[in-house]
């Protein structure tokens, strides 16, 4: 026979009696029962009117030796852990939960308000390499105990990086050669202490460099005096690139005639004298400071 329409999934849910038998049971235990979730029998109890009254079966604790007092009393929290085989974690949860003496501190001269007082303007690196912890560690404990960081405190790495006195004057060359650090970290040192960098001035080569390969490129008066060639006879005249001459120009703030300077009248110009004969096509590219292919070009438009 089919069930009835609407019947309920879980029949004991709906039985006040059963409920009220299984009031003092914990919930998961109900759950794995009827194979229900814990939302539904938490909604049962309350639409049947049962007020529970919320006994739990508590659960063993892991680590029981964390719980007595005898056994924590005098053990730091390394020892509790190769002793129990807790986490940290677990350790400091158990201790703050257990309320009991207060374990043993692994540096107790750190806790010494008469030996903080002595050492208060000293260096919390050097205190640290004393007493073998780390840094932060005297941090925390000192500022804990209301001692002000002292001015040695921190130890820079490049500590002339650091004195503005210092940087003033120099190259960022010259910095990097005396302290040894890399070229960024002295240009963020003068950015951060707000020190205008020098700028090395040399006058002719310096001593040990190679002379130009081509010292015409050089040479801003040799470049005007053959202005009137294209770019790629400069470039046939001395040997280098096409790219090396047209730097060279820029370089030394020479404006070259473009070839959109070839206004449709001076094509004309040009085409007319070409023609009438005498001049040759590189002849006439050369007064008007274009090259042989860029007068073609326009010629033939």
Known sequence: MSPLIGSPRYTQLHDPLWLLANSTRPTRDIVREIGCTRAAVSWAFRAAGIQRNGRRTSRAPRYPQLSDSEFVAGKTVSDLMAATGASSTTVYAALRVLNGPAHEFKYPLLRDPAWQQRNAHRSWVDIATEIGCHPVTVGVVFRNAGHQRPDGGRRYRYPQLHDPTWLTGKTVTEVAAVTGARRATVERAFRDQHVAR?????????????????????????????????????????????????????????????????????????????????YTLRQLAASVGVSPTTLTRALHR
Do not use: F
Not at 210 to 216: L, S
Not at 221 to 232: G, K, T
């Open 198 to 278: 020098a700028v090395s001035q040399r006058h002719g080569p310096a001593p040990g460099t190679k002379p130009p390969r081509y010292p015409q490129l050089a040479d801003s008066e040799w470049l005007r005096a053959h202005l009137h060639l294209a770019v790629d006879d400069v470039a046939a005249l001395i040997g280098c690139s096409v790219a090396g001459a047209a730097i060279a120009y820029r370089r030394h703030g020479i404006v070259r005639r473009r070839p959109s300077q070839l206004t449709p009248a001076l094509v004309a110009e040009l085409t007319g004298r070409y023609h009438a004969g005498g």
